[in-house]
């Protein structure tokens, strides 16, 4: 009983004690962003969707545009990392457009070079050889469907 006594005391001081900081919250780990290279227009969409679900995971460390674009190009490598190469030889360039600075200017910069170039077209040529076969599932239709548009 003296035990029960002294378990409820010491949880009756502790709630009462006011703590300073609010309790920590850790956000689930992710997987890295996979490296892009830029030989493989297809991938550019994949690349960006990657980053920005690692920026909405932390966005304690990554909401500054600045620190999206400097985590993006980590992951860039190849082709793609001698574009962006050059770029860092100012990195205290403190205006707003320049591209380290802006994420959307980053995204854009990568569809325009690395994307594909007829990607509405292709699209557009997918959906209209998208079929659903005999026998097969209405949901991967849909899936596929739901893909291109």
Known sequence: MQQMT???ANLQAACSSKSSRPPAFKTLSMKATE??????PFKVRSF?????????????NLSQERKKVLYATSFVIGRAAKWIEPYFSNLTNP???YLL????????QLFTLFGEPNEVRKAEA????????EGGHVSLYIANFRSLV
């Open 6 to 8: 002294q378990i409820m």
């Open 95 to 97: 205006d707003p457009s």
């Open 35 to 40: 490296c892009f290279d830029g030989t493989q």
């Open 101 to 108: 600075n802006s994420w959307k200017l980053f995204e854009y």
């Open 48 to 60: 960006i969707q990657s980053c920005q679900l690692i920026f909405h995971n932390d966005p304690a």
């Open 126 to 133: 997918e959906l209209d050889s998208l079929r659903m076969k």
